[in-house]
């Protein structure tokens, strides 16, 4: 459990508690049923991240909504993205090992995260990993309901492949950029999750 969620949980189940009380029924399990929710949406379950050294793993939980190419300071990259609901896990993860040699917050729009225009045009939070494997960028893309992004790490920090980075709150995007030349083991439709699911498959290269 994110300790957010104790915030967001534990005062919606004691009013829920206080309603029963005083016998006020219907809006008692209204809370409680606001209370679960709010608790199941912090959740975070340890993962078992892949062993192969060559993995590129899910940032995010979710289902692939988008696979494009496009151009990315001169260079064709591949961008993946990922549709989180507000059902899904919502915490990121780092999906090589490497270094971050990036963060650029921008404040932006809240279109529908489930749609293209999202990527470019509604409020993110990227950061670049560079490692072995070589370079990849990760949009934190808030949607029509998410307003926040949390990032908790910081530039020059190391990062494992798999490890937590942050989290996007109440239905989100996610979207992987990457040089074209992985190997990808996903396609539109797919659901992945954080850590564990394997995206595609890079060569390693000296940093």
Same mark, same amino acid.
């Given at each position: 459990?994110?300790?957010?969620?104790? +915030?967001?949980?534990?005062?919606?189940?004691? =009013?829920?508690?206080?309603?029963?009380?005083?016998?006020?029924?219907?809006?008692?399990?209204?809370?409680?049923?606001?209370?679960?929710?709010?608790?199941?949406?912090?959740?975070?379950?340890?993962?078992?991240?892949?062993?192969?050294?060559?993995?590129?793993?899910?940032?995010?939980?979710?289902?692939?909504?988008?696979?494009?190419?496009?151009?990315?300071?001169?260079?064709?990259?591949?961008?993946?993205?990922?549709?989180?609901?507000?059902?899904?896990?919502?915490?990121?993860?780092?999906?090589?090992?490497?270094?971050?040699?990036?963060?650029?917050?921008?404040?932006?729009?809240?279109?529908? =995260?489930?749609?293209?225009?999202?990527?470019?045009?509604?409020?993110?939070?990227?950061?670049?990993?560079?490692?072995?494997?070589?370079?990849?960028?990760?949009?934190?893309?808030?949607?029509?309901?998410?307003?926040?992004?949390?990032? +908790?790490?910081?530039?020059?920090?190391?990062? =494992?492949?798999?490890?937590?980075?942050?989290?996007?709150?109440?239905?989100?995007?996610?979207?992987?950029?990457?040089?074209?030349?992985?190997? +990808?083991?996903?396609?539109?439709?797919?659901?992945?999750?954080?850590?564990?699911?394997?995206?595609?498959?890079?060569?390693?290269?000296?940093?």
């Amino acid at each position: 459990m994110v300790k957010d969620g104790y +915030w967001y949980g534990l005062p919606l189940l004691v =009013a829920a508690a206080l309603l029963f009380a005083l016998h006020l029924f219907v809006l008692a399990v209204l809370f409680l049923l606001i209370s679960i929710f709010a608790l199941n949406f912090f959740r975070d379950p340890e993962r078992r991240v892949p062993a192969d050294p060559r993995a590129i793993v899910s940032p995010a939980d979710g289902k692939v909504v988008q696979i494009i190419e496009e151009e990315l300071e001169g260079k064709t990259v591949k961008r993946l993205s990922i549709f989180m609901s507000p059902l899904n896990v919502h915490v990121n993860r780092s999906p090589i090992p490497g270094v971050i040699k990036k963060v650029i917050y921008r404040p932006g729009s809240f279109h529908i =995260a489930s749609k293209s225009a999202a990527s470019v045009e509604n409020e993110q939070n990227a950061f670049t990993v560079e490692g072995e494997l070589g370079r990849v960028v990760v949009k934190q893309i808030a949607g029509a309901v998410a307003r926040r992004i949390v990032f +908790w790490k910081r530039l020059g920090d190391r990062l =494992a492949r798999g490890e937590r980075v942050g989290m996007i709150k109440f239905g989100s995007r996610v979207d992987l950029i990457i040089e074209t030349g992985a190997e +990808w083991n996903v396609k539109v439709g797919d659901r992945v999750q954080a850590g564990s699911s394997i995206l595609g498959f890079a060569t390693p290269q000296s940093e």
